[in-house]
C-alpha cells in the first residue's frame, strides 16, 4: 500500500488549484521564425483511444489549423511510459517532437523508471488538464458502488482484481491504495498501456473493475456497456451526475489526487521556443471545439507555462521522493 501519498496528494491542491486558473491575457500564437515549419509529432505514451490520447487528438484538430503545420499523434505504449520517454529525450530540441505527460511520468522516475529518466533529460513545457479518476465496471456486475466493491474485497481476501494506466506507483495505482488504506483492505492490481485494454478486461470478464479517467471510456457508459462506481474527486462528473464522489459514500480519500496531463519535449529547447509553443497550445484549448470536449470530459484547464511547470516537475518530485523515503 502507499500510505505515505495522502500527504503528498493534500500538497498536490495547491500547485493545481493555481494552475487552473484561466490566464486574463490574451495569449499570443507561436511565431513562425521561431517554431520551424514542419510536421510536428506528438509521441503519445498510450495506445490510440485512451485518455490522453483523445485529449491530444481533439486538441490537435485545433492546433493544426492555428499554427498552420501539420500535427502527426505517435503512439508508442509501453514500459510506463518508457518506450515514449526514450524516443522523446534522443529527439532534437527543435520543436518538432513533443509529448504528452501525466503525473506518472514524475511518480514514474523515482519508482520503475529510476536511474533510467530523470528530470533534466526534459523541457517541461505546459499544463492543459487535471482530470479526476474514476472506478466503474461493466453494467451487470453485481458491483454497483464502492460499498459493493469493498465488501466484494474483504470476502475474497484481496482477490477483487482492478485494472488502470501503469505498473505500481502509478498514479491511478495510488489512488486506489488511499482507497484501500481508508477501507482496510486490498485489491489485486492489474497493469494496462491504455484505457481501451482496460474497458476490455472490464468487458470481457478478465478483471472486476476498471479505474481510469472518463474521457477514454465515455463511449462505453454512453453505450451503456459501463457504470461508475465511483469518482476520487471533489465533485460529481457533469456527464455521470448520478456517479458518487468517494467521499459521498463515506470514504475520506483526498480528493486532491488528480490526473495532471501537460506538454514536455527534449532537454534544450530555448525558453522562447517553450513559451511559443505553450502559447499555440493554450490558444487551441479556448476554441468552442476543445471545450465542448474538455467539459463533457469532466476535466479542468490547466495553464501552467514552461517556468511554472518546470517548478512543478522539481517540486512534485522533491516532495514525492521524501515521501517514498519514509
Do not use: C
Amino acid at each position: 500500500m502507499f500510505n505515505h501519498k495522502k500527504k503528498l496528494a493534500t500538497i498536490l491542491l495547491s500547485s493545481i488549484a493555481a494552475a487552473s486558473l484561466v490566464p486574463v491575457s490574451t495569449i499570443a500564437t507561436a511565431d513562425d521564425s521561431e517554431w520551424p515549419q514542419d510536421t510536428v509529432r506528438i509521441i503519445m505514451h498510450t495506445k490510440a483511444g485512451g485518455s490522453a490520447d483523445v485529449f491530444m487528438r481533439t486538441l490537435a484538430e485545433s492546433l493544426e489549423p492555428q499554427i498552420g503545420q501539420s500535427i502527426a499523434i505517435i503512439n508508442s505504449p509501453g514500459g510506463g511510459g518508457a518506450s515514449q520517454m526514450s524516443r522523446v529525450r534522443s529527439a532534437e530540441p527543435d520543436g518538432l517532437t513533443l509529448a504528452v505527460n501525466t503525473l506518472s511520468h514524475f511518480t514514474g522516475m523515482l519508482t520503475n523508471l529510476e536511474g533510467v529518466f530523470s528530470i533534466d533529460d526534459f523541457s517541461w513545457i505546459a499544463t492543459a488538464q487535471s482530470d479526476p479518476n474514476l472506478i466503474w465496471t461493466r453494467t451487470d456486475s453485481p458491483i454497483s458502488d464502492l460499498d459493493d466493491l469493498i465488501n466484494e474485497a474483504k470476502q475474497r481476501d484481496g482477490k477483487v482484481t482492478v485494472g488502470g494506466f501503469g505498473p505500481q506507483g502509478s498514479t491511478q495505482h495510488i489512488g486506489m491504495s488511499m482507497l484501500e488504506n481508508v477501507a482496510d483492505v486490498e485489491f489485486e492490481w492489474v497493469p494496462f498501456n491504455a484505457t481501451p485494454d482496460i474497458v476490455a478486461a472490464v468487458l470481457g470478464g478478465h478483471i472486476d473493475v476498471g479505474m481510469s479517467n472518463l474521457s477514454g471510456a465515455q463511449a462505453y457508459f454512453d453505450a451503456g456497456r459501463l457504470k461508475g462506481l465511483g469518482v476520487h474527486g471533489e465533485e460529481r462528473l457533469e456527464s455521470l451526475p448520478d456517479v458518487a464522489t468517494f467521499a459521498e459514500q463515506g470514504y475520506d480519500v483526498d480528493s486532491s489526487w488528480v490526473q495532471v496531463r501537460g506538454i514536455f519535449g527534449p532537454a534544450g529547447m530555448p525558453m522562447e521556443l517553450q513559451q511559443q509553443i505553450a502559447d499555440a497550445f493554450h490558444e487551441a484549448m479556448k476554441t468552442d471545439h476543445y471545450q465542448a470536449y474538455a467539459r463533457s470530459a469532466g476535466v479542468t484547464d490547466s495553464w501552467m507555462g514552461p517556468e511554472e511547470y518546470t517548478e512543478f516537475a522539481y517540486q512534485i518530485s522533491e516532495v514525492a521522493q521524501q515521501e517514498l523515503d519514509k
